[in-house]
């Protein structure tokens, strides 16, 4: 089962959807016949957006649906249609924008996604025929893309440990041809990676670091780097119940490097690829490391543990020394890093820093354009006194509560070079609350305005 099973190429059947704009709506109704007319009025049916008005012939059969649209039509415009209409074949009629194709059709593959793996769903989507004038492969590459992310992280910890995170990568890199390499437990000892052995050791689940390359080596070297905290529990310095509650998802940017990576590869973008992905689980045991504690990164700089709730840096800054060691052209990492970003930005906005200020602005363009808002936050420099240790090169959380998103960013920025091209981006992964397309759960965010910015800057 995938959301693509929700898209037809071909249906005679196919019942279809008229959008209507409410500033258009008098002019609308006058155009139709009298009983059509009439239907319209009794059902009340004002053109709000995502509101819709179901038309049938004398028989009372389906044949037509009248959706609310607003001026600029964007993915979500028939989003909650999938799971809502009555479960028949539908097609766009012939007064939907052509621009706007692909993205609608994305959204209703997007609004058709239940998590079924342990609850049998109540109903299959409604099925949408795709139209001529939409790219289909980009909307294959892209669905599948984001239903990957939000597949590993509704997940629950239980069954999306390191070796589970391993496995989805090892079956990506399986259906791409790329090489796949994993270093666990002692083997992160053996190879240098303190700081994602330190982080993972206490869990019975050995931590990983998975390593994924892919792509012609000619090619602009592109990495993805992404936050696999299996499940973050706080370590030693626990995170109170409310705040660990949904903590499945804290290996929310390796679900999103992964589902990125997908894009780019099924697309097949001119880059050479690697992913690197710390996995851990932050638990507590015995052998758990310690506030306190003195490691030394896998860069030879040296940090003292202030709070053990602060692992995603720590995870994330070895993997970043060894993705810098390549210089590669573009260095992209992901992370639900600081409950911070999301008290900066709310829960549906991405907090980007960037390196090169200009490589930040330039994906406003194209997040806008397809509807998936990302924006920069400072990678403000005198904030790193905050990063400042008495004993050691860093400490890991600043003791200061203001400005959080951006000290951990500081911190991550302690380990890539100047001169190279960074994007760091902080990200919820999660819908708290449901919104049409996007049900309550595990959630791509600022996935396709990436992979927009990528296509434009690695195919022009
Ligand atoms: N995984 C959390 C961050 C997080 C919390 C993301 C809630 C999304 C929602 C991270 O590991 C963490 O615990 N960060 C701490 C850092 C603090 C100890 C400096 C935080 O944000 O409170
Ligand atoms: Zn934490
Ligand atoms: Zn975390």
Redesign the pocket.
Known sequence: MSILDALIETADDAIPITPVRSSQLNDFIAQQDGPTQAWIRANQFEAKPASTCLVSNANGELTRVLLGVSDRIDIWACAALPLALPDNNYCLDEHWPMECLTDVVLGWALGSYQFTRYKTAKRGPARLRIPDGADAVAIECQALGLELTRNLVNTPAQDMMPEHLAEAASELAEIFNADFTALVGHELLQHNYPTIHAVGRASDHPPQLLDLHWGDKAHPKLTLVGKG?CF?S?GLDL?PAN?MRW?KK?MGGAAHVLGLANMIMSAGLPVRLRVLIPAVENAVSGNAFRPGDVLTSRSGKTIEID?T????RLVLCDALAEAVTEKPDLLIDMA?????A?VAMGPDVPAIFASRRETGFDLLAPADACNDPVWPMPLHQPYKRWLHSDIADLVN??TTPLG?AITAALFLQAFVPDELDWLHMDV?AFNNEPLPGRPRGGEAMGLRAFFAYLKARYTH
């Open positions: 905290v973050d706080g995170k705040a903590m804290d709070n709730d602060a692992e995603g639900t890093l600081t409950g911070a999301r959380s600043s959080g919820m």
